[in-house]
């Protein structure tokens, strides 16, 4: 699931829009409705046709998150958009760029949004084409040096509906394009609003990021650990058993008062992850902040939903004046939640005004470090390139399947570093070993899920096209794994490896021959098992002289994938010459033929023939097949057990 935040100066339509789009109302409060102003955050939704990764398209909830626009409430902004994956910058046709715009764009920036559009909103009011394209030329020029240059600019109007339908459209194909959500498996939902219901009790709302809750998961508040329950989860107003990374989710929480929550905590599975009063960041100074930045500087610190009071500690510098970017180490007045590869914004308290922002890059450092220790800034300047599990994770999602070896050697970190962020992710199951051994090979959640994935709809494909068949030969599974999976060679090792791990998880069944998905069971018509009744017994009365496999099939009505059943199920067994028997009296005549040698040495076909009072065929096709599965081997005319 995804989510989209708005952005923009105050009275530029954004709630207007968002209402236009989903036909909600996201200013929830009656002061918001008293003033016609965006106060705090709002919550809407729309379906969107997102495509798909097989070039087709399919509907998705996507949330909106309503921020509000107006200097007064920047802090409120901030809590909004932490969780989401692309923008929707607001701006006015008739005013155009204005003092808000800058700034809301500006942390856009600093967050990294990864993808974003321009809505020009108002342009009903507009009747001179000439001004509308000047006001868009002002906003290309003041997106540019921002990670949203080039983002599209679509003209609207909330009013008249004109250009709603664009973006739409425009907005199905940013979403389009993003990568699916990282699953860490360590799931946090920082808190953007609690209130409670009449017999429901405590309710938090949030944007759910690395992993995946479910109804009845025991969870704990961070930062002051209250333990509670998950009793209910809705998102966008419908129940849900599961909640999945990226989707905004409404938690029922059980066991807890709504006086122990707070804007800014985090609803986290217990023991995953721990507070910090010590955060070591980078940090870009805006080009316009209002003075340089200052070792022991007050700011206020905000990262998903938190607001903390903080202290300035630069590393390697005196100051940092604006433009700059820099290494710091923030004191925290209360503990924060949060993890490497974080983004954070820093704000000047008084007179408040955004003053750049940033990366987590140590949630946990050991202690406060010498500002000048050459060792320290190295150890930052690596952490920089990125966050070691993030590294570890981009490695193993470009190139999927490597050993730890492999891994570690491709990730280029210090083996120390990345031994121990591998240590992190597998104990947490956001890397996941297939196959024993001293070695096994590695796959991201994300690569497994897609195997996993492509490994049953490969099944469910072959029972729909072939129903009477018990399974998908191992070989032929393999070779079509082959071409679904990003890999230029599947091995049989891992080949089985990944078996392996499906059957732990009861996805498929599996014998040495064939792969079936997991419940699947061959479903036969009542003239379908008549048939089969028949053949068999035809074979009971006949047991050394069964019928052939051409009377077989005309008893079957050439249903040949009915005696493939038969043979699939070991009913019957196909030996040398293209004989068929039932297979207990094949075992019988082995095991009669094998005593008969023991106690003469040796055994003619003739004796075979007289021993079963056969013809020819079917005592030189049993030996041939005995000779064949080195029970006995051939000396003239005589067989003699090996």
Known sequence: MRVIGTAGHVDHGKSTLVRALSGIDPDRLQEEKKRGMTIDLGFAWI?????????????????????PGHIDFIKNMLAGVGGIDAAMLIIAADEGVMPQTREHLAILDLLAVPAGLVALTKVDLIDDPEWLELVELDIAELLE???????????????????????RATLSSLLGQLAPRRNRVRPRLPVDRVFSLSGFGTI?????????????????ILPARHSARIRGLQ??????????????????????????????????????????????????????????????????????????????????????????????????????????????????????????????????????????????????????????????????????????????????????TAQSALDELLAAGAILPLGSGNEPTLVTVAIWQQTAQHLTQLLDHYHKQAPLRRGMARGEVRSRLQTLLPVADLPVRLFNAIVEKA???????????????????????????????????????????????????????????????LLERGQLVRISGGLLFRQEDFAEMVAQVRTAAEAQGSITLAQVRDLFDTSRKYAQG?????????????DGDFRILR
Not at 204 to 220: R, Y
């Open 47 to 67: 379906e969107l046709p997102v495509p798909t990764a097989d070039g087709q398209s399919q509907l998705e909830p996507v949330g909106i998150v309503d921020v």
């Open 145 to 167: 040096p921002t990670n949203l240059a080039d983002a599209p600019i679509v003209p609207v109007s909330a009013i008249t509906g004109k250009g709603l339908i664009d973006l």
């Open 204 to 220: 938090v709302t949030g944007t759910l990021l690395d992993g995946q809750v479910a109804v009845g998961d025991a969870v704990e």
């Open 235 to 416: 998102t966008h107003k419908q129940q849900v058993q599961e909640g999945q990374p990226g989707s905004r989710l409404a938690i029922n929480l059980s066991g807890i008062d709504i006086n122990q929550i707070d804007r800014g905590d985090v609803v986290a599975k217990p023991d995953t992850l721990h507070s910090t009063l010590l955060i070591d960041v980078n940090f870009r100074l805006l080009s316009d902040a209002p003075r340089a930045l200052l070792h022991n500087q007050r700011v206020d610190f905000f990262c998903g939903a938190a607001e903390i009071p903080a202290t300035v500690r630069l590393l390697g510098t005196e100051s940092l004046e604006p433009g700059q970017e820099g290494w710091l180490q923030l004191r925290l007045q209360r503990p924060a939640v949060v993890v490497s590869g974080d983004h954070y914004i820093l704000r000047q308290p008084s007179p408040s005004a955004t003053l750049g922002g940033g990366i987590v890059l140590s949630p946990h450092p050991r202690r406060r470090w010498r500002r000048f220790d050459p060792k320290v800034l190295a150890r930052l300047a690596t952490l920089a390139k990125g966050a070691p599990d993030e590294i570890l994770l981009q490695t193993l999602g470009r190139q999927p399947f490597l050993t730890s070896t492999a891994l570690l050697s491709q990730s280029e970190l210090d083996l120390e």
């Open 503 to 565: 059957l732990a998880e009861a996805l498929v069944g599996a014998d040495d021959s064939v792969l079936w998905c997991n419940g699947f069971t061959v479903s036969l018509t009542i003239e379908q098992q008549m048939l089969l009744d028949h053949v068999v017994a035809s074979f009971a009365q006949a047991p050394f002289t069964p019928p052939s496999e051409a009377d077989v099939l005309r008893a079957l009505g050439n249903q040949g994938e009915l005696l493939d059943l």
């Open 622 to 634: 049993l030996l041939e097949e005995m000779d064949a599965r080195r029970i006995t081997r051939r």
